[in-house]
Every structure is written in C-alpha cells, then in structure tokens.
C-alpha cells in the first residue's frame, strides 16, 4: 500500500478529473475464471432465449457481508430503497446516493439472517457502506470479499455463484434437487440441497428469463456445478463464457455502469481520502462520444437508471433532501435503442474501405472503456446518452441501452447514435484512429425482450415505469 488516496491522485491530476478517466488506459470490465466461450457466443446467447444457461458469477462480482445490531440501519441510512418490510429470506437491489442525489452505484442485497446481509456487485456501492461502517459509529462488523481480479488468491472466495437462467431453467433445478422447484416470488429465497450440498436460491431473472440464482460455501462449488451440467443435458442447456455474459442486459434492461459520482464536492471529501489510490474509482474509464470537461456532467440520478420507483421517502438517508428537491422532474428516461441495419453496417464497412474508418465494433459487446458514454441526438441536437452497445442474436440487432429526454423517449421515436470519440479518440489503449459517425436508431422498449417485458411486468427495477 501507498499510504496514498484517491484524493491524492485527484489532486495531481493536470487537466481535470473528466478527461483524465477518459484517458485512463483500463479497457472494459473483464469476466476472469471463465474462458471467452464455451462453445460459441451466438450459441450461448440463444440459449438463454431458447433453451437455457448456466452463468457461473464466481469470479467478477465483489461481496460484502454487513453483520450486526446496526446492519439495517445503516444499510436504511445508505440505500434510497425502502426498508419498512425486508424481511430475510429476501432481496433487493440495494441503491446509494450522494448527498446530491447522484447514484453511486448499485448491487444486490440479500437478507440472510436476522442481522446479516450479503451485498453484491460491483465495488463503489460496497466501498460506500465500508466508509460509512467504518466511520459512521455503527455497531456492524464488515467483510470484504474482493472479486478475483483483485485478490492475491483469485480462486478462493467465500461464495460460489451461478445462476440457472432461461425457459427450462425450472427442468434443470427439479432434476437437480430431484422433486419439484420451489415456488417462489421474484427477489425471494429458499434453500435446496443439490449433490447433497444444502445451497441457497434467489428468484431471479437476469436474461428475461425464469430462473435462479444459487449460492453456497466456496469448497462445495465444483460438486454443486458437476450436478448442475449433468441436469441440464437432457434440457440443452449451455454454459456462457465472458464474451456474452455482458451482453444479456441489452435484452433484459440493466445499465450496469453508473460512474460513481464521487469525484467532485466537499462533502465527498473525507470519502475520497479514505478510498486508497488504487482503488476502483481511481481507475474508472470513460470512453464514448459523450464529451464534457465536467465529470459531473457523467453522474446519473435513480430515475435515469430507471430506479425511480426506488425511492422512498419514508426514512431518512444520504441524498434524501437532493431526491426530494428532484422528484418532480424532468427525468430522463431508460430506453432501448435499436440500431439502424442500413447505417451500421455502412460504419462496419468503413473497416474495409481506405480512408479513416468508423470506430471498431467488438462482437458482441462493443464496450471498449469501464463506463461507456455515448451521444445520443434527437432532430439534430442532443437528447440523450447511450451507456450500453452490443449485438444480440437472440434479436439480431445491434442494441443500446440508453437515457433520453422524456420528450425524446416514446417507443418509435428516431434518434442517432454519434459512434466514436471526437478528433480520431483519446489516448485509451483500446481506442484507435477513426472517425465520428451518426448511425439512426429507433427509441424502443426496455427491457427490449418481449419476454423479459412480461416477466418484469410488476414494475420491477428493469421495467421503463420503474
């Protein structure tokens, strides 16, 4: 360790904090313990559509456990959610804000025990509850379970996790455990004995899909994993390697890449200097067409996420003044944006032409920083940023996930995605010479799978009215 903090890097950086994380050299997330494939993207993509997958979620997502007589109410102080009836056996998606109302980030929290819960995701929300723990004279205990790219021993976490996902995601599991799946309400737990393993059960749906998630004590997961191939044979079930693991939000509806708005104000001071200046947030890239030498410029509210429904002014916690002030709008809203085929694949064909092509697109996640900002425009002037972009061959289009202006937002509604960094990119390794391009787009629904639509039709936090 340094000794030194993120304020400390904050402090000699010689431009300002925005275009110093557009320039910052780390490329996108990556999805370390799992190869690129299994067998092949497009194959694993239409499974979970189709058929069904297997996710193994071991290795990328940070955990922490909140233990105490003061976890729920830290956790009430932190989250803009409502924790009037959370009781165990349940989770939430868990959403802390600045004082000024921006989201920090988000995860999943799981209610394991009278006093215990479990958070997971990715680190800027976990690190906001260690500070506060930390700091903020709580009667809690915190445990860190960094995510394997972060540790020195990657393969010895304190969990696996894997989720069963797709339409005969409830065949697999009763051939499993070996009698019928449990019936259970989205976001609640159970347990099952699988292997003869006893595993923890989350309803979920992340691919728009019925499913699970399970999760148990790191020894038994191999035996777990053996039990859950064999019973998905039968069922032509798939395993899904990194390459389209990311892409199953463009279907389902989750923006997984909220800056943390963490950068900028006084209050965020002491915070910063807590944060060590190797963390995360030290080393967040922006890439993408939207540009603005004010990173607060990046910074998100939960109705822009589509977390709108969220937030709940029913307790006091950090950001409560900031929302309420804010509550009544405008919002920008979440929306899907499919690609116009004509004018993508003119920008692909510019990689076969002499002259300064369009920006490279990877398949299937184009995503080429940490936290992707791209321009959206509407008649000409901008109406929007787009934070997402991959391809789907479940729907064989090119997709984003994005936020427009309510004016700009109604499902048909034609807008342009402004493709590539200005003046031939920035400095980022993974960005190379080339050109801007507008490519058309069509304002549709989100989550864009009809099925997923259905499944989250609750007002779930995927859903556009959430």
Known sequence: MSGKSLQDVLNGVPTNVADHLRNFQAGPNVYPGVPPEYTNWRDEQLAWQQTCVLFN?????????????????LLSYLGVNSFARFPV?????????????YVIGDGILFHLAESTFNLVGRIPALNWVRYHAETGGYDVTVTLDERSAARPDPFNRTHYRYQIQGPNAVKVIEKAIGRPAPELKFFHMTTMTIAGRQVRALRHGMAGQPGYELFGPWAEGEEVHQALVAAGEAFGMRLVGGRAYSTNTLESGWIPSPLPAIYTGESLKAYRQWLPDTCYEAAASIGGSFVSDDIEDYYLTPWDLGYGSFVKFDHDFVGREALEARAAGPHRKKVTLALDNADFLKAVNSQLERGLPAKWFEFPSAVYAMHPYDLVKAHGEPGGISTWIGYSASERKMLTLAMLDEEHAEPGAQVSLVWGEPDGGSNKLTVEGHGQVEIGATVSPVPYSEVARKVYADGGWRAASA
């Open 89 to 101: 056996d349940t989770a939430k998606q868990f959403v802390p804000c600045t004082p000024d109302g």
């Open 57 to 73: 979620q071991s290795f990328h997502m940070a955990e922490l456990l909140v233990d105490g007589p003061d976890a729920l109410k």
